[in-house]
T-cell receptor, first 116, second 112 residues
Framework: EAQVTQNPRYLITVTGKKLTVTCSQN?????MSWYRQDPGLGLRQIYY???????DKGDVPEGYKVSRKEKRNFPLILESPSPNQTSLYFC???????????????FGSGTRLTVV | SQQGEEDPQALSIQEGENATMNCSYK?????LQWYRQNSGRGLVHLIL?????REKHSGRLRVTLDTSKKSSSLLITASRAADTASYFC????????????FGEGTQLTVNP
């Protein structure tokens, strides 16, 4: 089944403890992206990747890191999580990215992160 | 910044009725997409309409796009209780690079 898989589904952690949220897609998509969803703020893009070894900042990249060493994986790293990073996180992929893409995104099921 | 803005924020209808949701945006776009999200779950892509298209259909969904007014509408015909969800429009802007910009969504409730 074509899908984007995120893990974990739920995570509670303490301030300052490094964590990684994994994202994997099995559709050979070139484009991958991370969003966070917060009440009243909607979905905001954190980072995106056009292809392997190509990543770029989205609208709210502060406090996050990503890497794209393989086409299928796009982990989101929080080096020193803080309570304002408590949110619902989504990974998404698309066949191609860029302004001529015209392809929809496939989203993962989400990771609900709580930082205390 | 939020590109798309949905209207209304919430909509409650009876099963069998049609549901119409609107989206307005600010800048030129390559395409506009509609997504559905069940509570706390991932978004599901419903339909994409390109900037040179005016109307598109997919099953019970009908999407229109008016680039002169920078607006789009999503019509769900013969609604079902299972259509209850949040619906988001997302724009792929000509100058936004590689990002979809989402509105805050319309919460649709279809009462059985």
């Amino acid at each position: 089944e074509a899908q984007v898989t995120q893990n974990p589904r739920y995570l509670i952690t303490v301030t300052g403890k490094k964590l990684t949220v994994t994202c994997s897609q099995n559709m050979n998509h070139e484009y991958m992206s991370w969003y966070r969803q917060d009440p009243g703020l909607g979905l905001r893009q954190i980072y995106y990747s056009m292809n392997v070894e190509v990543t770029d900042k989205g609208d709210v990249p502060e406090g996050y890191k990503v890497s794209r060493k393989e086409k299928r994986n796009f982990p989101l790293i929080l080096e020193s999580p803080s309570p304002n990073q408590t949110s619902l996180y989504f990974c998404a992929s698309s066949l191609f990215g860029g302004s001529i893409s015209n392809y929809g995104y496939t989203f993962g099921s989400g990771t609900r992160l709580t930082v205390v | 910044s939020q590109q798309g803005e949905e209207d209304p924020q919430a909509l409650s209808i009876q099963e069998g009725e049609n549901a119409t949701m609107n989206c307005s945006y600010k800048t030129s776009i390559n395409n506009l997409q509609w997504y559905r999200q069940n509570s706390g779950r991932g978004l599901v892509h419903l339909i994409l309409i390109r900037s040179n298209e005016r109307e598109k259909h997919s099953g019970r969904l009908r999407v229109t796009l008016d680039t002169s007014k920078k607006s789009s509408s999503l019509l769900i015909t013969a609604s079902r209780a299972a259509d209850t969800a949040s619906y988001f429009c997302a724009t792929d802007g000509e100058t936004s690079g590689s990002r979809l910009t989402f509105g805050e969504g319309t919460q649709l409730t279809v009462n059985p």
